[in-house]
């Protein structure tokens, strides 16, 4: 939407002396007065979206899990310096392919819904009809908190994702900009006023940068911006015809089984960082609530189907599972431990974990893996909705002890 209105506004712009040709042929003088105010007021608005400036960054570390975290960040930054976010598309990592791709953000998220927070534009709309004119090639400008690498830049394009994500827009730097000691949390510290200070719009119309203006895992105060981070339509009826043509008519457990190679080596680091990940969403951002455990980070099949059970027994009219993992789903195992409660169990086949994730944000009950960001993302979506969900082997307390070690599940 806010794109749409820029792409008309230039284009008054450049038809302005049309449009005070046009006047002269109006022979009632109100008329004339109302369609010049009018057009006045839409070229003063325009150059107030204009004089707010923008937000370009790279979401450049990790999967969607992590991006997700990031955005949350960046569009709380954005809205702490009033500049418009950018919406990068999300980096992918598809098998075969030597770099990453680069996905459209509305590919997957309603736009539209964004803009009730704060002003955003799609970065393909931006670099089309935008980024020539406030952003002009000689004056693009990288920024980062320290130089990197062995150069004494930001060396914004060296590496996968970040050549291929900015060669994606045909965008290259001419210089870098190190912004340090400043930092993205906008909610402290007067942050928001020290960037606008430091870096004015009048000078500094666009602020690019390297990764993403934003802390993992994301920071507390911007869980709740999940709200607004929703599912576009195509990707919200995928999820509705799965729930109602695959699965049984009743209520469903959804399930998040993260369980591939790379995430037991990550869980083999638990006793050197007990704050691993995204465990700040179960255990608090202190350790308030505990510290990591193996269970919680690889629960094993014991643990699985005794905690489902013990919160199904809890549950009415739950008749299927939802499965979503990165690996094994466990429907053999899952299938014979309830198939005396006749409880059937699912997976999608579309190879897609923002399906998965739509569904799992519709399930009657979420369990998820407390250190994993996707699990993170669906229990966000979940809490800004105040439906209930759950983290294996948590808290540890009632755990301890009781699950063998992950690798007799190996």
């Given at each position: 939407?806010?794109?749409?209105?820029?792409?008309?506004?230039?284009?008054?712009i450049?038809f302005?002396?049309m449009?005070?040709s046009?006047?002269?042929?109006?022979?009632?003088?109100?008329?004339?007065?109302?369609?010049?105010?009018?057009?006045?007021?839409?070229?003063?608005?325009?150059?107030?979206?204009?004089e707010k400036?923008?937000?370009?960054y790279?979401?450049?570390m990790?999967?969607?899990?992590?991006?997700?975290?990031?955005?949350?960040?960046a569009?709380?930054?954005?809205?702490?310096?009033n500049?418009?976010?950018?919406?990068?598309?999300?980096?992918?990592?598809?098998?075969?392919?030597?770099?990453?791709?680069?996905?459209?953000?509305?590919?997957?998220?309603?736009?539209?819904?964004?803009?009730?927070?704060?002003?955003v534009?799609?970065?393909?709309?931006?670099?089309?009809?935008?980024?020539?004119?406030?952003?002009?090639?000689?004056?693009?400008?990288?920024f980062?908190?320290?130089?990197?690498?062995?150069?004494?830049?930001?060396?914004a394009?060296?590496?996968?994702?970040?050549?291929p994500?900015w060669?994606?827009?045909?965008i290259?730097?001419?210089?870098?900009e190190?912004?340090?000691p400043?930092n993205?949390?906008v909610?402290?510290?007067?942050?928001?006023?020290?960037?606008?200070?430091?870096?004015?719009?009048?000078?500094?119309?666009?602020?690019?940068?390297?990764?993403a203006?934003?802390?993992?895992?994301?920071?507390?105060?911007?869980?709740?911006?999940?709200?607004?981070l929703?599912?576009?339509?195509?990707?919200?009826?995928?999820a509705?015809?799965?729930?109602r043509?695959?699965?049984?008519?009743?209520?469903f457990v959804?399930?998040?089984?993260r369980?591939?190679?790379d995430?037991?080596?990550?869980?083999?680091?638990?006793?050197?960082?007990?704050?691993?990940?995204?465990?700040?969403q179960c255990?608090?951002?202190?350790?308030?609530?505990?510290?990591?455990?193996?269970?919680?980070?690889f629960?094993?099949?014991?643990?699985?189907i005794?905690?489902?059970k013990?919160i199904?027994?809890?549950?009415?009219?739950?008749?299927?599972?939802?499965?979503?993992?990165d690996?094994?789903?466990?429907?053999?195992?899952?299938?014979?431990?309830?198939?005396r409660?006749?409880?059937t169990?699912?997976?999608?086949?579309d190879?897609s974990?923002?399906?998965?994730?739509?569904?799992l944000?519709?399930?009657?009950?979420?369990?998820?893996?407390c250190?994993?960001?996707f699990?993170?993302?669906?229990?966000?979506?979940?809490?800004?909705r105040?439906?209930?969900s759950?983290?294996?082997?948590f808290?540890?307390?009632?755990?301890?002890g009781?699950?063998?070690s992950?690798?007799?599940?190996?």
């Amino acid at each position: 939407m806010h794109s749409r209105i820029l792409i008309v506004f230039s284009y008054i712009i450049n038809f302005k002396r049309m449009t005070q040709s046009f006047i002269s042929y109006f022979k009632n003088k109100s008329a004339k007065i109302l369609l010049f105010l009018s057009v006045n007021i839409i070229l003063q608005n325009f150059g107030n979206a204009s004089e707010k400036g923008y937000i370009a960054y790279c979401p450049c570390m990790g999967r969607f899990g992590n991006q997700a975290d990031h955005f949350l960040g960046a569009l709380a930054f954005a809205k702490g310096l009033n500049r418009t976010l950018v919406l990068p598309p999300w980096v992918e990592y598809r098998f075969g392919e030597p770099k990453s791709i680069q996905v459209p953000f509305n590919t997957y998220f309603s736009v539209d819904t964004l803009m009730k927070y704060h002003d955003v534009i799609t970065m393909e709309e931006f670099m089309a009809n935008i980024a020539n004119d406030v952003w002009p090639v000689e004056k693009r400008i990288s920024f980062c908190y320290t130089s990197r690498g062995d150069t004494s830049s930001c060396n914004a394009k060296e590496g996968n994702p970040f050549g291929p994500f900015w060669d994606t827009f045909k965008i290259d730097f001419v210089d870098s900009e190190f912004y340090g000691p400043l930092n993205y949390d906008v909610h402290h510290h007067d942050m928001g006023k020290k960037w606008n200070e430091k870096y004015p719009v009048a000078k500094w119309p666009v602020l690019a940068f390297t990764g993403a203006p934003g802390s993992f895992p994301v920071q507390k105060e911007n869980r709740e911006l999940q709200k607004y981070l929703v599912w576009n339509e195509n990707i919200k009826s995928k999820a509705d015809r799965f729930i109602r043509n695959i699965l049984p008519v009743g209520g469903f457990v959804g399930i998040h089984l993260r369980n591939g190679i790379d995430w037991v080596r990550a869980c083999e680091h638990v006793g050197h960082s007990p704050n691993l990940f995204a465990a700040p969403q179960c255990l608090g951002y202190l350790n308030e609530y505990g510290k990591t455990t193996q269970e919680m980070c690889f629960p094993d099949k014991t643990i699985i189907i005794k905690q489902m059970k013990r919160i199904i027994n809890h549950l009415k009219d739950i008749t299927s599972i939802f499965v979503a993992s990165d690996n094994n789903y466990m429907i053999k195992e899952l299938s014979e431990a309830f198939k005396r409660m006749e409880i059937t169990v699912h997976r999608s086949e579309d190879n897609s974990p923002h399906l998965d994730l739509a569904i799992l944000g519709q399930a009657n009950y979420f369990i998820g893996n407390c250190i994993s960001s996707f699990s993170a993302f669906a229990k966000r979506s979940r809490d800004v909705r105040g439906l209930p969900s759950a983290f294996w082997a948590f808290p540890p307390s009632k755990f301890s002890g009781s699950a063998k070690s992950h690798h007799d599940e190996l």
